[in-house]
Structure formats: structure tokens, C-alpha cells
């Protein structure tokens, strides 16, 4: 398998360890990764408050590169609000009459052109329905039997594009967690808001949602993630939630493919493990005790 990559800012800055497990991750399930050359910002979530012709051309220069590269690939996306804006403009260019024209006119400046023939995929699409949890499980040689972690979808990845999981009860995550021998913690939060960047604009918002999703999460030895936001609200913030409500509800945050690694027998130092926020002693020991 192969596939065009594009991490996007935050996996070179605040998400580090999610880019390097997922590259830890894939090159061990024999999955090739071609970085797209001279990739920029996607717009995240500012473009389109600025303008909404920029939001539009930001993630078409991405898709219009990789289609230079090989129209008919599949771009592989780890970052939600990445996968979103991507696939966002694909789907505009197809279906709004004179979209794709007005996306064209402004890559004209670089000699670019984007026909939208290309395929975006989140990573978590990729694992699910091409790797998939029978060829995962043939790899794991450290099976995490006895470890409960809750699976955190996020909002963006699953919508507005049911593509590969229903957005109001996701279990995408599930087959392949039972591959590694883990338990699923039985809850309801999975695809519910942590506050994205409104932890930054409307901290007391925030804070509610995240300490929702924490509270649920109390059992669970970890909460595995696929979103960069998603990450960072519920790590670095567990303090100010105990501070506001009163209770500690500190809880192990991994990025999917870094719990996913762990069972591979992939190292820390290979997962980036070092990068976390949210990790505690207990939880690196209980995994190091499973055989």
C-alpha cells in the first residue's frame, strides 16, 4: 500500500508524536508514505473567518500538488481539521457550479491546477477499511490484555462526511483495538465535542466539554485519540478542570497509532511516547508489564 502524505502544521509543531508514530506505524504495516513536496497550511480554522476564497485555496494548493504527483492516489491525512478542509474542497469543486474556476484562478498565480479527481483519506479511514484489524493483529507481538482505553473520535473526521464511520455512535476505532488484545471502556462521549479552538475563545465552554469526556472516561486506563485539537484539549488542560470542578480527573491521552505501536512492540523512542503531555508512571508500567 501507498499513499501521498500530508501531515499539516500541527504534526510538525504541537502533534509531533502523532507524525512520528503514524510514520513509526505504517512503515511496520508495510505502508508507504510519500510526503507531498513543499506542502503549506491547510487554513485550520482561522482561514475562513478571514476569507472564504482562502479557505478554499490554502488546502487547494495541497490537493493540487499531490495531483501533480499522481492524480489518481489517495492523499493520506492524520489530522482532522486537515482531513476536513481537504476533503471539504474536493467535494466543493465537484458539486458548486463554478467553485473548482475560482479555486483555479487564484493557483494560477504558481502554475497550479486542481482537477478534484484526487482521493482524500483520514488515517484512521486508512487503518480501518485498507490495513485493517486481521493484518494488525498477525503483527502485534506485545498484546495489551488487561488494558481498558476509550476511543475518542472527535467532531471532524466524521463530519459532515459520514465516509467511513457513523458519526453519532463511531466504533471504527473498536475492531482495531481488539486487535491488540485491549478492552473497550464502555462509554457514550466518543463523538462528542472536546471544544476545539473554543478552549482558546471560550475557555469555561471548553472546560465543560472536556471535563464531560474526562469523567466518562474514569476507568479507562487511556483515551486514544485521532485529532491533534482533540489531543491538546484533553491533555493539557486536566489541571484547569481539576482546579474548576473540584476532582481529579487526570487520564493517559495516546494518539491511536502510538497505542496501536506499543503493541507492535514498537518502542517509546519510535511512537515519540517522550512528547506526551498526559502520561503517567502507572500507565507506562502497566504496559511494560504485558507480555
Known sequence: MKYLYYPGCSLQGSAREYDIATRAFLAAMAV??????????????????SSGLLALALPARVLALAEAINA?????????ACYLNLKKVVEKARKEPGTLARINTVLAAENL??????????????LVRDVGPGQLAAKVTKPLAGVRVAPYYGCQCLRPYAVFDDPEKPTSMEPLIAATGAAIHPWTMGAVCCGASHMNTKMAVGIELVTGILRAAKGADAI????????????????????????????????????????MGLSDAELGMGLNLALSDRFESRIAACV
Open 32 to 49: 508507504e508514505l510519500v510526503e507531498i513536496p513543499d506542502w503549506t497550511c491547510c487554513g485550520a480554522s482561522a482561514a475562513e473567518a
Open 72 to 80: 489518481g492516489a489517495d492523499i493520506l491525512v492524520p489530522c482532522s
Open 113 to 126: 491546477t486542481l482537477k478534484a479527481n484526487i482521493g482524500v483519506r483520514h488515517l484512521l479511514d486508512v
Open 224 to 263: 486514544l485519540t485521532v485529532c491533534p485539537m482533540c489531543q491538546m484539549n484533553l491533555e493539557a488542560y486536566q489541571g484547569q478542570v481539576a482546579r474548576t470542578g473540584g476532582a481529579d480527573l487526570s487520564a493517559n491521552i495516546l494518539y491511536l497509532p502510538q497505542f496501536l505501536g506499543l503493541a
